[in-house]
């Protein structure tokens, strides 16, 4: 054997294990991507499933709820791209497929969720970031096109909306209740500047009016709490019949 064959041959053998170092260093990247990636769908799928079950039914729209299932059904056809033998998957895409096919009349099971305290309006606009994550990465995928994922962050910005529409007239309602008329007044003021900063503020015309009115009546309830009745006889009474210190018939109405 020439020097020349045997420099061939030693070319050679390096060269074949830098390609089968090549070939295995791939195949491991493959490997590292594909549980990426399915770590990476599982929790998209975790929380599709979390909105979809828990968002408040009177927030939830037919046409939501099959917007829902759609990006479920996508998350679960890549997922089983990667894991080609669960049965598991392979069953929940034949159910949402089957809930597709029934468009606008797709049933909605959501249980209501009245928002009557901070916390609770805090966990439905979480639910509504996620949701909005989830149209977001579905449009850069090219799942969704860019004129629906447009409509539905419109739509999603008047849910928004609606559950503070909700909010601030459930914690007004709940301080008449309890016989608090400046809490209710302080709730339905809020309500009614949020409405009108918004960007439209002629959607919620009706909204604000009654809002308005409700303001109206806990500024009423108000104002009669503070004013001393006839019958209430007593030297504080008098006093503020007869006293011509405007600053102490101010300070005695504030206390």
Known sequence: MTPLMIT?????????????????????????????????????????????????????????????????????????LIDKNN???????????YQIGLGEKIPVNNPKAPVLTEAKAKDVRLLLEALHTQITRAAQEGFLPPVEAKQWIKEIRRILVLLHIEFFNNLGQIAFTQNQP???????????????????????????????????????????????????VNELTEGLKTTEDDDWRKKAIYD
């Open 182 to 232: 400046g809490q209710a007044r302080l709730a339905f003021e809020r309500g009614v500047q949020y409405l009108r900063k918004q960007q439209e503020p002629q959607l919620y015309a009706e909204q604000i009016k009654a809002m308005e009115k409700q303001l109206g009546r806990a500024n009423s309830m108000v104002l009669t709490n503070i004013k001393p009745t006839e019958d209430d």
């Open 87 to 97: 049965a598991g998957l392979k069953a929940r895409i034949t159910e949402l497929e």
């Open 8 to 80: 061939l041959l030693i070319v050679a053998g390096i060269a074949i294990l830098i390609t089968i170092g090549y070939l295995n260093n791939a195949v491991e990247n493959s490997k590292l991507e594909k549980a990426r990636l399915k770590i990476e769908l599982t929790e998209r799928l975790r929380r599709c499933g979390e909105i979809t079950e828990t968002f408040p039914r009177q927030f939830t729209t037919p046409a939501l709820k099959l917007l829902l299932t759609r990006l479920e059904l996508n998350i679960t056809q890549r997922l089983l």
